[in-house]
């Protein structure tokens, strides 16, 4: 009670930056540990810190098996993310610029997917393929990503496509351009930080997935799925490695961008 | 005024049936894959959860049918998965909420005239997606394994007695939860709050209302929209989650949950009427739930 | 410069336009005839069609019915971008994500016009933006970005230039400004400028014709000296300056002038100013145009004579001051009295008589809303 009673003492002097702070250390604790230990010189399991070493980072497949995995989670992903990016895209765009009869049927039918926890929608799934005579494998596992992907892209591109002023594009038409070149030229342009955007979110969701590919992929090693065997006996470094390589890649690639967007935005003020 | 009234119906009235035509070139892909790889899956989910035993009797060969058998069987044989599925998922819902809050708030409203540290702080939240959820769920196993520095004073203060681990136990599971899904709860909340017009509660407090005041009657009201997506997209996987669970990641047997059930029913008992059964059971308490919860808060428009 | 850019505009004819929308009617059979270099100014209240008329002749709406001829050429049924008419939009609508001079030259390139990029610069030396077409359309200010809009309309030479409020975003004073340069542009490159604007002073100010529409119809169009002079009917009497309206049953009528009652008073107007001549009427004069006297005049039967009233209300307005003032069955009357004396020239709750020349009567059409035919 008491600790409770200065906490709220504190929020009221003005400390949610420092609870922020908390916060944000929690949620990247786990993240740390893992970077940390994939520079562990490990046993057989990775669990107890040994000494340093930058063995797993050179030797990232001495695991062939892990390597296979995280291959077939990249191609997973990049097929699914592909598809799913392209059909959320159409819908975005029909749902936010057009009205049609059932419109907000669609609109419903879209966000049932997310309603559907991962279990429901991976066991229906593979009951589908079992009962179509279609084992579980590679096709089955990006079908079923594409699938759960498509609700979330849709969802990110139309609120790109609503913040679109849709002057701009008939300004194109009122200059000359026919409707293919008003999309190429100035439609997508202007909605592809929505599509980049719904795309690395389809990527993550997909390249981290586990219970849906369980489900559907048969024999067929994913990244996540060779962790969640190997959690019963111990985790390799190397999947440490692996996992702190993709995370190091997106932050970079992010902080890159929001650097970049930052210091033009200042410089478009200072014109001004 | 006028033309933006007009402006965002104007393909509609373009020509009818040619803008038709270009809706349903747009629409129908995704709709199709939608139909064929959601609907059918949970229509044949149904269809397969009312089979019987196929007249061989060998396992995992079932023939259609009728039998509602399955339900009877799932529910009071895994009536304890069921109800623990959803006691967390309320349970780590609500804390994840009350978590986030206050940092969707900082970074939502109180970092917006930083917003280079807001750019940051947003990107530190959404960091976790960018690594493995398996993996850093493993992390927390070991911070908080039986002779781990954390454990080791949380047994010195007595937090926890001495024959006590933490890992296993019910705790541990909502906590994994939790901490999984932090990042749904409070980038919706912040999305709102970052819409949030200062001005608002610059009135408010310009009308005598107390920070308490101002918080309960106009903060709150109109971070609704993120509350209501943040506590969906938080609540749902929850209830389906069975990974954090596992006795090879936070939980123990004894913290099955229905997920659990459905793995071993479907990909080792070959029990598939059982399992779809209670994939069933799961997906129509949480439409029961999700429906009621929407129309209750009164933002059906929203989805 | 502007002789590069100078083309002869094109008229603009619409036959018999009707635009239904679901659940109502924007524009009812309509029919307009722009000659060709005129700057012409739709004029009226949101929602009332004028918005729709443009993007008719634009091509981003469809007509229900009716044709729409440029330079005498049928383009009901062609596309906007196969049409010869270019459109300045209210919010600009510049590509956020091409440089100025990209977003100029875009027109050119399209239709593949030789030396874009030289055409384009030249569109916006006229409009004194030389300098800026390595620029981002968000980096330029408000007045800077309207004529950037006007330069990449005006580049391309179109018969016919269509204004969607294009000043509406502008605060007050660029606004004034903007008109000016706007109409000595419209001089310049000589081309036909249909502009439209719910504000009467700038639709006044800038056009060569005005057309005052209401609920989809156009209530009376013509220079704008004659619409303020004599306006037909009560809502362009309203939304064009202010007017005040008398209604009431014609009790005499001669050759040259009709007169009705008005509690006990009588009011004429010469028979050639006015549209009906019996039954009920509306008569109206402007404000300016009547004075008021502390003692009752005597006054001929050129002048039209009510009271006594009470002034009930007196605004200053910087060169003159409002009179309201109201006379026992006849309703309040607005006078205005410029500032030349002492000011203002009467108190709060003096008695006043109210006179104008019977020449700045206007009959109108029909009855303003909210009267009854008293015939």
């Given at each position: ?30 993240i740390f540990y893992t970077i940390v230990f994939s520079f562990n010189k490990s046993l057989r399991r990775n669990t107890v810190w040994n000494s340093f070493t930058f063995d797993n980072w050179t030797h990232i497949c001495a695991r062939q098996d892990l390597c296979n995995a995280v291959g077939n989670s990249i ?185 970049s967007g930052h210091f033009k935005r200042k410089r478009l003020q200072h014109v001004k | 005024m006028a033309f933006a009234a007009f402006g965002s119906s104007a393909p509609t009235t373009q020509g009818q049936t040619k803008s038709g035509r270009v809706v349903l070139a747009l629409l129908l892909p995704g709709l ?272 | ?375």
């Open positions: 009670m008491k600790v409770l009673r200065s906490f709220w003492s504190g929020l009221k002097r003005g400390s949610l930056p420092v609870y922020s702070l908390l916060a944000v250390v929690f949620l990247l604790t786990p191609m997973i992903s990049l097929i699914s993310t592909l598809i799913a990016t392209a059909l959320g895209t159409a819908l975005a765009i029909a749902l936010v610029r057009y009205r049609f009869k059932f419109r907000s049927a669609v609109n419903f039918a879209l966000f049932l997917p997310m309603a559907t926890p991962e279990i429901v929608m991976g066991a229906g799934l593979a009951g589908l393929f079992f009962n179509a005579g279609v084992g579980p494998g590679f096709v089955p596992t990006v079908i079923a990503h594409v699938m759960f992907c498509l609700s979330f892209v849709v969802v990110t591109v139309k609120a790109r496509v609503q913040t679109l002023d849709p002057a701009l594009e008939e300004a194109g038409r009122d200059l000359y351009a026919n409707p293919s070149q008003v999309f190429w030229k100035i439609t997508f342009p202007l909605l592809l930080p929505g599509v980049l955007s719904a795309a690395l979110l389809s990527f993550a969701l997909s390249f981290d997935d586990f219970i849906i590919t369980y489900f559907n992929s048969g024999s067929v090693n994913t990244f996540p799925k060779f962790i969640y065997v190997a959690a019963k006996g111990g985790v390799p470094a190397q999947a440490n490695v692996i996992a702190s390589s993709v995370f190091l890649l997106a932050i970079i690639i992010v902080l890159a961008t929001q650097i | 199709i894959y939608l139909v064929l790889f959601f609907v059918i899956p949970l229509v044949s989910l149904v269809l397969t959860s009312l089979e019987a035993p196929a007249a061989s009797g060998k396992i995992g060969e079932y023939v259609p049918g009728f039998d509602i058998g399955n339900y009877s069987y799932v529910v009071t044989k895994y009536w304890p998965q069921i109800a623990r599925s959803f006691g967390f998922a309320f349970l780590a819902t609500i804390i994840s909420l009350l978590i986030s809050y206050p940092l969707a708030y900082f970074i939502g409203v109180k970092a917006r005239s930083r917003p280079m540290l807001q750019r940051m702080l947003v990107t530190l939240v959404i960091a976790p997606f960018f690594i493995s959820f398996l993996l850093r769920t493993i992390a927390w196993k070991q911070l908080l394994a039986d002779h781990s520095p954390i454990m080791e004073w949380a047994h010195q203060v007595g937090l926890l007695s001495p024959s006590q681990s933490f890992i296993g136990s019910e705790a541990a599971v909502v906590f994994g939860l939790v901490y999984n899904f932090i990042p749904f709860m409070t980038l919706p909340l912040y999305t709102s709050l970052e819409r949030l017009d200062i001005r608002f509660l610059e009135a408010g407090s310009d009308l005598y209302a107390s920070p308490a005041k101002v918080f309960r009657k106009i903060t709150l009201p109109l971070s609704m929209p993120g509350i209501i997506s943040g506590t969906l997209l938080t609540f749902i996987p929850i209830a389906g989650d069975y990974v954090n669970a596992s006795r090879d990641f936070l939980g123990s047997s004894n913290t099955s949950m229905i997920g659990t059930m459905v793995d071993a029913d479907f990909l080792q008992n070959r029990n598939y009427p059982a399992a779809s059964a209670m994939s069933v059971v799961l997906m129509g308490i949480i439409l029961i739930l999700v429906t009621w919860y929407v129309r209750k808060s009164g933002t059906e428009d929203l989805l | 410069m502007a002789g590069e850019l100078s083309v002869a505009g094109a008229d603009l004819e619409l036959i018999d336009v009707r635009k239904d929308f679901p659940g109502f009617t924007a524009l009812d059979d309509m029919d307009l005839h722009i000659p060709a270099g005129q700057f012409f100014a739709l004029l009226g209240p949101s929602g009332c069609g004028k918005t729709t008329t443009l993007r008719i002749v634009a091509g981003l709406e469809t007509p229900t019915q009716g044709r729409v001829l440029i330079g005498g050429k049928d383009i009901t049924d062609t596309k906007p971008h196969e049409r010869p008419v270019n459109t300045v939009f209210q919010s600009y609508a510049l590509f956020p994500h091409m440089t100025i001079l990209d977003n100029v030259a875009f027109g050119l390139r399209q239709r593949k016009v030789e030396d874009p990029v030289a055409k384009a610069q030249a569109a916006l030396d006229l409009v004194e933006l030389g300098h800026v077409g390595e620029r981002r359309p968000q980096q330029l200010s408000g007045g800077q970005q309207q004529r950037v809009a006007l330069a990449r309309a005006l580049v391309n030479r179109p018969s016919l230039l269509l204004l969607d409020e294009p000043l509406g975003a502008l605060d007050l004073k660029l606004r004034r400004q903007m008109q000016i340069e706007l109409k000595a542009i419209q001089m310049e490159v000589g081309l036909t400028f249909l502009h439209v604007t719910h504000d009467q002073e700038e639709a006044m100010d800038m056009a060569d014709t005005v057309a005052v529409m209401n609920k989809g119809r156009i209530e009376q169009m013509g220079a704008p000296e004659a619409l303020y002079d004599r306006p037909k009917t009560a809502f362009v009497s309203k939304f064009l300056g202010q007017s005040n309206l008398f209604v009431g049953k014609v009790v005499d009528s001669n050759a040259n002038s009709v007169s009705i009652e008005v509690g006990g008073s009588k009011i004429t107007v010469d028979k050639k100013r006015a549209e009906k001549h019996e039954g009920t009427i509306a008569i109206g004069v402007r404000p300016e145009k009547a004075t008021f006297h502390e003692s009752k005049p005597t006054l001929g039967a050129d002048h039209v004579l009510i009271g006594p009233g009470e002034i009930i209300d007196i605004r200053f307005t910087g060169v003159s001051n409002q009179y309201l003032i109201e006379v026992p069955n006849v309703g309040e009357i607005t006078v205005f009295a410029q500032n030349v004396g002492k000011s203002p020239v009467v108190e709060l709750g003096a008695k006043v008589w109210i006179s104008w020349k019977v020449e700045h009567s206007f009959g109108l059409r029909d009855l303003p809303d909210g009267t009854e035919d008293q015939g």
